[in-house]
Antibody, heavy 119, light 109 residues
Framework: EVQLLESGGGLVQPGGSLRLSCAASGFTFSSYAMSWVRQAPGKGLEWVSAISGSGGSTYYADSVKGRFTISRDNSKNTLNLQMNSLRDEDTAVYYC????????????WGQGTLVTVSS | EIVLTQSPGTLSLSPGERATLSCRASQSVSSNFLAWYQQKPGQAPRLLIYGASSRATGIPDRFSGSGSGTDFTLTISRLEPEDFAVYYCQQYGSSPPDTFGLGTKLEIK
């Protein structure tokens, strides 16, 4: 069974940093591209970032480019999102998601971790 | 970037009725790489349909997708109580970024 378990969310002040992690199990992690998708309170879904199975290719939404960094450790089956210079508008539930390819459909989602940016 | 417009914003129906949800793209979606997701309160989204018309694993056959190019439809043939949720369409065929529609809330009448 595919399992994706996010961690690292919490309350952070504007301008601060946070690192999210996603522990994957139940599949060959390195064979799949991964993404982060977020959802602000009461709002819709917003794609944030994607990374290829090898980690060699990364992609970012314009809203986070230059502030967020996606990475993965295939030896530990872990996906990460380093978030710097956080803004109020980054407040959201962040979902880790498995996809068949970097531009492929999202097949599985984690349960999400809440990030709140507030002073 | 492709913009997806979902309609209606809210759909009020009764169990047993048929639901038709629309997703219109601002430009043609390559190879019909269009997906539909269901999200219930407090839960993560769940993949229902991909490639515009293929049902994901374990999805009941009352859910069907259709369309091509810029116009896509999700149909639920006979609503069950557990189907009342928010539904999102997503295009994923082009290089990132993906884009999602704003969602259709399906509520009990």
């Amino acid at each position: 069974e595919v399992q994706l378990l996010e961690s690292g969310g919490g309350l952070v002040q504007p301008g601060g940093s946070l690192r999210l992690s996603c522990a994957a199990s139940g599949f060959t992690f390195s064979s799949y591209a991964m993404s982060w998708v977020r959802q602000a309170p009461g709002k819709g879904l917003e794609w944030v970032s994607a990374i290829s199975g090898s980690g060699g290719s990364t992609y970012y939404a314009d809203s986070v480019k230059g502030r967020f960094t996606i990475s993965r450790d295939n030896s530990k089956n872990t996906l990460n999102l380093q978030m710097n210079s956080l803004r109020d508008e980054d407040t959201a539930v962040y979902y880790c998601a498995r996809r068949v390819a970097v531009a492929g459909r999202i097949e599985s989602w984690g349960q999400g971790t809440l990030v709140t940016v507030s002073s | 970037e492709i913009v997806l417009t979902q309609s209606p914003g809210t759909l009020s129906l009764s169990p047993g009725e048929r639901a038709t949800l629309s997703c219109r793209a601002s430009q043609s979606v390559s190879s019909n790489f269009l997906a539909w997701y269901q999200q219930k309160p407090g839960q993560a989204p769940r993949l229902l349909i991909y490639g515009a018309s293929s049902r994901a694993t374990g999805i009941p056959d009352r859910f069907s997708g259709s369309g091509s190019g810029t116009d896509f439809t999700l149909t639920i043939s006979r609503l069950e109580p557990e189907d009342f949720a928010v539904y999102y369409c997503q295009q994923y065929g082009s290089s990132p970024p993906d884009t999602f529609g704003l969602g259709t809330k399906l509520e009990i009448k």
